[in-house]
């Protein structure tokens, strides 16, 4: 059984520099340290939620990624331009100290990821960068969002399924009321956090859905376009069911009952349902639009 080096993934010129060589070595040993302990921090404060708890899958796929785009394309590495890769490295490290002494993790982990970009952009070039352009976004969704993101996406997105819940309560007789966010019903009042406001959903089901149209079509930009705008009404249509779910649970059951493990299981279930829907839509879309472009270009 032979075994390929990750060197031997990426085609060179015998003409060419050397693989690997001082300045390489220096540089990606400082990439190392850079990524290390904020990786440590996003795994034991966002991995371990449930908003972040997609994070190590999509890590490990999106580097499995990687490495199946360096080893199927023969690619010519080519040192990347300087005067675009160290004036990128700069600001992405100055905002990294920046947000690293400040403590803010969701700045500083998207700092470290665009200083590792740079690296690799300096180390590998172009070429290499372009092959694996779907990776590189891929990954970006292990990482957590800033709060004033979660907030500014969220809060919306909370309220119109606070609003939506108690409109369809209310036609159906039940004694039910919300204020912004909260909803009374009976003698419960519940609170729709971001985790049932679809945030969680939309960025795992995106990623998800995003890693399977990679699988399926490859760089059909069609497909990822029609996929990732189809996630988020989807993902934002069954996490209402959810709520709406809830909602009679607790009235029924009580609130001990509603925010046990059926929460939890509604919420799996929803997603589970969301996901398989995305994938029916793919089923359903793109032999249809496969053959409008065979007919366009017979």
């Given amino acids: 059984m032979n075994f390929e080096s990750p060197s031997s993934l990426v085609q060179v010129p015998p003409s060419q520099r050397p693989l690997v060589n001082g300045a390489d070595i220096v540089l990606g040993v400082g990439c190392l340290l850079l990524a290390v302990p904020t990786m440590y921090d996003v795994a034991t404060e966002t ?142 009042q519940l609170l729709v956090a971001a985790a049932c406001a679809g945030l969680n959903s939309i960025v795992t089901l995106t990623a998800l859905c995003l890693f399977y149209v990679y699988l399926r079509h490859r760089s059909d930009v069609i497909a990822f376009l029609v996929i990732a705008i189809a996630a988020i009404p989807i993902a934002i249509i069954a996490n209402f069911v959810r709520v709406l779910a809830l909602v009679l649970i607790t009235y029924y059951f009580g609130d001990s009952v509603a925010q046990g493990f059926v929460h939890d299981f509604a919420g799996l279930l929803m997603f589970s349902v969301a996901l398989v829907v995305v994938f029916a839509i793919d089923q359903i879309t793109f032999p249809v639009v496969d053959k409008i472009t065979k007919r366009r270009h017979a």
């Fill in 47 to 188: 991995w371990t939620t449930e908003q972040g708890g997609h994070g190590p899958l999509v890590l490990a796929t999106g580097l499995w990624a990687i490495w199946r785009e360096l080893k199927g394309n023969a690619i010519e590495r080519r040192t990347g331009r300087v005067a675009i890769g160290i004036p990128c490295i700069a600001l992405a490290l100055a905002g990294f100290i920046v947000a690293r002494i400040t403590g803010v993790l969701e700045v500083e982990d998207f700092a470290m990821y665009g200083s590792l970009i740079s690296g690799a952009y300096l180390i590998f070039g172009g070429s290499v960068m372009r092959a694996i352009w779907f990776p590189l976004v891929y990954l970006a969704f292990a990482l957590p969002p800033p709060d004033t993101v979660v907030t500014f996406v969220t809060q919306p997105i909370k309220i119109a399924i606070s609003t939506w819940a108690v409109s369809t309560l209310q036609l159906l007789g039940y004694p039910v009321a919300s204020s912004g966010v909260t909803i009374q019903i009976g003698q419960y």
